[in-house]
């Protein structure tokens, strides 16, 4: 009973001592205050985050955290917007837009909750943080759609805006954000399948040596039934009459004399020690990354040895093998190719990893050029003050000269080359929802509720003050006779320029200097390297709000253009448009990007000329993708204002659509994009990371089977693989792209029977072949093949054919898997793996909660596996073999005793030594060798992967390898026992 209680109140500590941290968090937490409207005292007051209930109205101010999920009812901006990070939800720096709920009334006054609305209708609390529908019912403004482009999730950050007011839609344990934190997962380890096995074991050993004993006992009883004394008995203790109760009294006395042989201490051991190995995992330094400030973290606590017993790697290519910062390298327009590297600056004095944009090195080109001679290339080489270099083609950056506002009212001043070029630059600048940035904001409200003294400037100048002073800027010296100037004058605008005098040098130091520069915030860096490289080659963007997008041209023009919708982005469409108005002409256009894939059946190719043209971007298409650069098609359409109007009544019946809306919108954008015109396309480069191909190569060298699973184009996965040496020269590839069932069932048959004649294999799958051998009649021939092949390539993957694929392999050769992702789309692939790890990038944090161990970086997965992963196991292996040899050992030698007791059950030990053996004389010892022994140093690991391979083998023949050293034991506790006895 004693050891028993003991083990328990260990655990009871530590759980005591879990919980007790998780209350303090709590506490935390819950004490954060916030300012809430007193609907009876008609002001707001500071209270804690427990008083939040559904209902209430908060008030929040720049770089507040929100408390709750709260539906945005006003903000100072005076577009009525805001913008939120979202760092705590998902992991991205990057600034979100929220707009305050459309049509409602501007709120100003008594915030009464009578005054403000009546109802809100919505979702029940999910986990869904990127989903949110509901109808407001307003008694000013009747029935009012809501998305979640107006809620603000708890956990996020407010940037960029004075204040916000809203109301609480969830609060508590009821906001995405808590309904999403499920906590550290719990997983048991094949190694504790086998221990749980082997106590059952130990148990049915108990019972055969106390049936062993009782037998004993009776026969030992029986052979003095004629003597009137037994030896060693005192007289009147035992009933010779009724041997079979004296053998069951017997056999109940020898469990609880053999009960030792059951390792209930192994149990807390183990957790003791596993907790020590999680510490040191999480606290080694060679796996911290100093520029993220991040180190391994380990989120489930339960199966540090799965992690030398991996056989299968699955991982994600962008942002888990690639930096996902993406720059700028080659565009295609109009037939010809322009190379010119564009490097997104660092962020160098930038919160939040923003970028600068310096005016000075990006439109003075003629003061700071720096010509290199290069093979069939001309560069010119801009070099800023934060010491990054801008390389741009020169040819395209003379041609682009040509580009200004009144070449855009009226493309016919301009070539079809130069028309193209130009659109080109101007759906990279403006097809995006990339955000300029504002200075810093002051909310005008206290802590306390009370409005404070104005501040002396306006929000329009704090916000745009990087652009030229409007007491610096007047019309533009257009020649009376210009067509482009009565233009102008027709639609009753001027063009507005920077002086013809005025250098930009007094344009920054009249915005303030360094202070003075425009702040790029992007959702994607993808968008952020387009947006960037318009900006190099002159066409920059300088401002945007929910209704007007402006950009400033080669000529310092700044343009204003008319936001009219944004369609953005989904992994269906794979695109993103922007319906615009020119401010100037009041023409209409649509300005689309996406994938190459998305463009195929949607483009209009009326002429020879676009024909040509759209051949000829498709062709510098598969060179880029060969490079291994990411690409994008570029292209826009002309909309009529009744094309435009008719379209617009069918998407706002979609947008206040409550069921299918997702679908609707869909449907509806797809409509509108139609009968586009192919402009160019763009190559992005992301790069490797730093290690990867060293990690991969080891992780080979270890025995393990690396696939990488990606959604990429197949020319561009195969170029990545052979860069991080997932393919090696030395390999022959074998490319299964199939159109039906049939054609995938024969090529694997083939694919199978010419395996033997190569040495080493690689296998490349594509999207749709994949859906075919995913199928369970083809399944068994595709791992048939696969267990040939070094390495495994599938492109165009989905989400759910990630996570099928690991499935397969997890299930039908029944072998440890370990999946890596970085995004969302990797969420399902991480949860079917036995492991999964999280590489908190670029991508957001879903993939980082749903991992059970997180990292900076791919390349620490090396050192995690070949040298934590094989001491974690190696340990924790030994020393359930040492719980079992040890208690046998002593039980055997009480069970010897016995043949000279007359199986009497007497030990010739203290009742206390027996009761503490396994609490204190043998129980430090294991716990140290599995916290801290070391079959082999961590650089002979590192240098030696082939030691990995011990973890792996034993888990494939972990049962037969466990009984075959469980009878060595036994022999040699017997032995053991009769020496010590």
Same mark, same amino acid.
């Given at each position: 009973?004693?050891?028993?209680?003991?083990?328990?109140?260990?655990?009871?500590?530590?759980?005591?001592?879990?919980?007790?941290?998780?209350?303090?968090?709590?506490?935390?937490?819950?004490?954060?205050?916030?300012?809430?409207?007193?609907?009876?005292?008609?002001?707001?007051?500071?209270?804690?985050?427990?008083?939040?209930?559904?209902?209430?109205?908060? @008030?929040?101010?720049?770089?507040?955290?929100?408390?709750?999920?709260?539906?945005?009812?006003?903000?100072?901006?005076?577009?009525?917007?805001?913008?939120?990070?979202?760092?705590?939800?998902?992991?991205?720096?990057?600034?979100?837009?929220?707009?305050?709920?459309?049509?409602?009334?501007?709120?100003?006054?008594?915030?009464?909750?009578?005054?403000?609305?009546?109802?809100?209708?919505?979702?029940?609390?999910?986990?869904?943080?990127?989903?949110?529908?509901?109808?407001?019912?307003?008694?000013?403004?009747?029935?009012?759609?809501?998305?979640?482009?107006?809620?603000?999730?708890?956990?996020?950050?407010?940037?960029?805006?004075?204040?916000?007011?809203?109301?609480?839609?969830?609060?508590?344990?009821?906001?995405?954000?808590?309904?999403?934190?499920?906590?550290?997962?719990?997983?048991?380890?094949?190694?504790? &399948?086998?221990?749980?096995?082997?106590?059952?074991?130990?148990?049915?050993?108990?019972?055969?040596?106390?049936?062993?004993?009782?037998?004993? $006992?009776?026969?030992?009883?029986?052979?003095?039934?004629?003597?009137?004394?037994?030896?060693?008995?005192?007289?009147?203790?035992?009933?010779?009459?009724?041997?079979?109760?004296?053998?069951?009294?017997?056999?109940?006395?020898?469990?609880?004399?053999?009960?030792?042989?059951?390792?209930?201490?192994?149990?807390?051991?183990?957790?003791?020690?596993?907790?020590?190995?999680?510490?040191?995992?999480? &606290?080694?330094?060679?796996?911290?990354?100093?520029?993220?400030?991040?180190?391994?973290?380990?989120?489930?606590?339960?199966?540090?040895?799965?992690?030398?017993?991996?056989?299968?790697?699955?991982?994600?290519?962008?942002?888990?093998?690639?930096?996902?910062?993406?720059?700028?390298?080659?565009?295609?327009?109009?037939?010809?190719?322009?190379?010119?590297?564009?490097?997104?600056?660092?962020?160098?004095?930038?919160?939040?990893?923003?970028?600068?944009?310096? &005016?000075?090195?990006?439109?003075?080109?003629?003061?700071?050029?720096?010509?290199?001679?290069?093979?069939?290339?001309?560069?010119?080489?801009?070099?800023?003050?934060?010491?990054?270099?801008?390389?741009?083609?020169?040819?395209?950056?003379?041609?682009?000269?040509?580009?200004?506002?009144?070449?855009?009212?009226?493309?016919?001043?301009?070539?079809?080359?130069?028309?193209?070029?130009?659109?080109?630059?101007?759906?990279?600048?403006?097809?995006?929802?990339?955000?300029?940035?504002?200075?810093? @904001?002051?909310?005008?409200?206290?802590?306390?509720?009370?409005?404070?003294?104005?501040?002396?400037?306006?929000?329009?100048?704090?916000?745009?003050?990087?652009?030229?002073?409007?007491?610096?800027?007047?019309?533009?010296?257009?020649?009376?006779?210009?067509?482009?100037?009565?233009?102008?004058?027709?639609?009753?605008?001027?063009?507005?320029?920077?002086?013809?005098?005025?250098?930009?040098?007094?344009?920054?130091?009249?915005?303030?200097?360094?202070?003075?520069?425009?702040?790029?915030?992007?959702?994607?860096?993808?968008?952020?390297?387009?947006?960037?490289?318009?900006?190099?080659?002159?066409?920059?963007?300088?401002?945007?709000?929910?209704?007007?997008?402006?950009?400033?041209?080669?000529?310092?023009?700044?343009?204003?253009?008319?936001?009219?919708?944004?369609?953005?982005?989904?992994?269906?469409?794979?695109?993103?448009?922007?319906?615009?108005?020119?401010?100037?002409?009041?023409?209409?256009?649509?300005?689309?990007?996406?994938?190459?894939?998305?463009?195929?059946? $949607?483009?209009?190719?009326?002429?020879?000329?676009?024909?040509?043209?759209?051949?000829?971007?498709?062709?510098?298409?598969?060179?880029?993708?060969?490079?291994?650069?990411?690409?994008?098609?570029?292209?826009?359409?002309?909309?009529?204002?009744?094309?435009?109007?008719?379209?617009?009544?069918?998407?706002?019946?979609?947008?206040?659509?409550?069921?299918?809306?997702?679908?609707?919108?869909?449907?509806?954008?797809?409509?509108?994009?139609?009968?586009?015109?192919?402009?160019?396309?763009?190559?992005?480069?992301?790069?490797?990371?730093?290690?990867?191909?060293?990690?991969?190569?080891?992780?080979?060298?270890?025995?393990?089977?690396?696939?990488?699973?990606?959604?990429?184009?197949?020319?561009?996965?195969?170029?990545?693989?052979?860069?991080?040496?997932?393919?090696?020269?030395?390999?022959?590839?074998?490319?299964?792209?199939?159109?039906?069932?049939?054609?995938?069932?024969?090529?694997?048959?083939?694919?199978?029977?010419?395996?033997?004649?190569?040495?080493?294999?690689?296998?490349?799958?594509?999207?749709?072949?994949?859906?075919?051998?995913?199928?369970?009649?083809?399944?068994?021939?595709?791992?048939?093949?696969?267990?040939?092949?070094?390495?495994?390539?599938?492109?165009?993957?989905?989400?759910?054919?990630?996570?099928?694929?690991?499935?397969?392999?997890?299930?039908?050769?029944?072998?440890?898997?370990?999946?890596?992702?970085?995004?969302?789309?990797?969420?399902?692939?991480?949860?079917?793996?036995?492991?999964?790890?999280?590489?908190?990038?670029?991508?957001?944090?879903?993939?980082?909660?749903?991992?059970?161990?997180?990292?900076?970086?791919?390349?620490?997965?090396?050192?995690?596996?070949?040298?934590?992963?094989?001491?974690?196991?190696?340990?924790?292996?030994?020393?359930?073999?040492?719980?079992?040899?040890?208690?046998?050992?002593?039980?055997?030698?009480?069970?010897?005793?016995?043949?000279?007791?007359?199986?009497?059950?007497?030990?010739?030990?203290?009742?206390?030594?027996?009761?503490?053996?396994?609490?204190?004389?043998?129980?430090?010892?294991?716990?140290?060798?599995?916290?801290?022994?070391?079959?082999?140093?961590? &650089?002979?690991?590192?240098?030696?992967?082939?030691?990995?391979?011990?973890?792996?083998?034993?888990?494939?023949?972990?049962?037969?390898?466990?009984?075959?050293?469980?009878?060595?034991?036994?022999?040699?506790?017997?032995?053991?026992?009769?020496?010590?006895?």
């Amino acid at each position: 009973m004693i050891p028993v209680l003991v083990v328990l109140s260990v655990t009871a500590v530590k759980d005591g001592f879990e919980d007790y941290r998780r209350h303090l968090s709590d506490n935390d937490v819950n004490h954060n205050t916030c300012r809430i409207f007193s609907g009876s005292k008609k002001i707001y007051e500071k209270r804690e985050w427990q008083e939040l209930h559904v209902g209430d109205i908060v @008030h929040l101010s720049c770089n507040e955290i929100i408390p709750a999920d709260i539906l945005l009812l006003r903000s100072s901006d005076s577009q009525d917007m805001c913008y939120v990070e979202t760092l705590n939800i998902d992991g991205e720096n990057n600034l979100k837009q929220r707009q305050v709920v459309k049509d409602f009334v501007r709120l100003k006054g008594d915030l009464s909750a009578e005054k403000v609305i009546s109802t809100i209708d919505c979702d029940t609390p999910n986990n869904q943080i990127y989903r949110f529908s509901g109808i407001m019912h307003c008694r000013q403004a009747g029935q009012i759609p809501v998305n979640k482009d107006n809620l603000l999730l708890r956990g996020c950050t407010l940037r960029n805006t004075d204040y916000v007011e809203g109301i609480v839609i969830y609060a508590g344990q009821e906001s995405k954000a808590m309904l999403n934190n499920s906590g550290p997962r719990y997983k048991q380890s094949q190694l504790e &399948h086998f221990m749980n096995r082997d106590v059952i074991w130990c148990v049915i050993i108990l019972f055969v040596l106390c049936t062993i004993s009782a037998v004993g $006992n009776a026969v030992w009883l029986h052979s003095y039934e004629e003597e009137p004394l037994l030896p060693f008995i005192p007289p009147n203790t035992v009933n010779r009459d009724n041997l079979p109760y004296e053998s069951f009294v017997l056999f109940l006395t020898c469990v609880i004399v053999y009960q030792v042989i059951i390792p209930i201490s192994l149990y807390v051991s183990l957790e003791i020690v596993k907790l020590g190995q999680v510490y040191f995992i999480s &606290h080694d330094l060679n796996m911290y990354h100093a520029p993220s400030n991040k180190r391994l973290e380990c989120r489930a606590l339960n199966i540090p040895e799965e992690l030398g017993q991996i056989q299968h790697v699955f991982c994600d290519k962008t942002g888990t093998l690639t930096e996902n910062k993406m720059i700028f390298q080659k565009c295609t327009v109009g037939g010809t190719s322009y190379s010119g590297q564009v490097d997104t600056p660092s962020d160098d004095g930038c919160a939040n990893g923003s970028i600068k944009v310096n &005016h000075e090195s990006l439109l003075n080109h003629s003061s700071k050029a720096t010509k290199l001679q290069a093979i069939n290339t001309t560069w010119e080489t801009d070099a800023n003050t934060a010491g990054e270099a801008l390389q741009v083609d020169l040819d395209l950056k003379t041609e682009i000269c040509a580009i200004s506002s009144s070449t855009i009212c009226d493309p016919s001043l301009l070539s079809e080359k130069l028309q193209h070029i130009q659109d080109l630059l101007l759906i990279m600048a403006l097809c995006n929802t990339v955000v300029v940035s504002k200075k810093p @904001h002051k909310d005008r409200m206290n802590d306390n509720g009370i409005i404070v003294s104005e501040s002396s400037s306006t929000l329009f100048e704090s916000s745009f003050s990087f652009l030229p002073s409007t007491a610096k800027i007047f019309k533009s010296f257009q020649p009376k006779n210009d067509p482009v100037s009565e233009k102008y004058t027709k639609y009753g605008l001027d063009t507005v320029q920077i002086s013809a005098s005025q250098s930009v040098e007094d344009v920054n130091s009249q915005s303030g200097g360094l202070d003075g520069k425009p702040y790029y915030e992007a959702e994607s860096p993808d968008e952020l390297a387009l947006v960037h490289a318009a900006s190099a080659y002159g066409v920059q963007l300088v401002r945007r709000t929910p209704d007007t997008i402006s950009v400033m041209l080669p000529d310092k023009t700044i343009m204003d253009f008319d936001i009219l919708r944004m369609l953005s982005f989904d992994s269906t469409r794979k695109r993103m448009s922007i319906i615009l108005r020119n401010s100037i002409t009041g023409k209409i256009l649509l300005f689309c990007k996406g994938a190459d894939s998305a463009f195929t059946v $949607n483009l209009v190719d009326d002429t020879t000329a676009k024909v040509r043209n759209t051949e000829e971007t498709f062709e510098h298409l598969e060179e880029y993708a060969k490079e291994g650069l990411r690409t994008l098609c570029l292209s826009k359409r002309m909309l009529s204002e009744e094309e435009y109007t008719d379209w617009l009544q069918v998407q706002e019946v979609a947008e206040s659509a409550v069921e299918d809306r997702d679908e609707q919108l869909f449907s509806v954008a797809c409509q509108i994009e139609t009968d586009l015109e192919l402009v160019g396309a763009t190559g992005v480069e992301d790069r490797l990371q730093e290690g990867v191909p060293h990690c991969i190569a080891a992780l080979r060298a270890a025995g393990m089977r690396v696939w990488v699973l990606t959604g990429d184009k197949q020319e561009t996965a195969v170029n990545i693989a052979y860069s991080c040496q997932l393919f090696t020269p030395a390999m022959h590839v074998l490319f299964l792209t199939c159109h039906s069932k049939e054609a995938a069932q024969d090529l694997l048959y083939t694919f199978t029977k010419e395996a033997a004649l190569w040495k080493e294999l690689a296998l490349v799958v594509d999207g749709r072949t994949l859906s075919y051998i995913l199928e369970p009649q083809i399944a068994e021939d595709f791992l048939t093949l696969c267990n040939q092949c070094t390495a495994v390539l599938c492109c165009r993957a989905t989400p759910l054919q990630k996570a099928s694929v690991v499935r397969l392999v997890k299930e039908n050769l029944h072998v440890l898997t370990l999946a890596v992702g970085d995004g969302a789309n990797d969420v399902t692939m991480i949860h079917t793996a036995d492991v999964g790890v999280g590489i908190s990038g670029q991508e957001g944090m879903q993939a980082v909660m749903a991992s059970d161990f997180a990292m900076a970086r791919f390349c620490h997965l090396e050192r995690l596996l070949l040298v934590h992963g094989h001491w974690c196991y190696d340990r924790l292996a030994s020393m359930i073999l040492y719980f079992f040899y040890k208690n046998a050992s002593y039980v055997l030698v009480l069970f010897w005793y016995q043949c000279y007791c007359g199986f009497s059950g007497q030990v010739m030990v203290d009742q206390m030594y027996l009761l503490v053996y396994s609490l204190l004389f043998t129980s430090l010892q294991p716990l140290i060798n599995g916290v801290f022994d070391q079959d082999a140093p961590d &650089h002979l690991l590192l240098e030696k992967p082939q030691l990995y391979k011990q973890g792996p083998q034993s888990s494939v023949s972990c049962e037969k390898c466990l009984e075959k050293r469980t009878r060595h034991s036994i022999i040699a506790d017997i032995h053991f026992s009769e020496l010590v006895y």
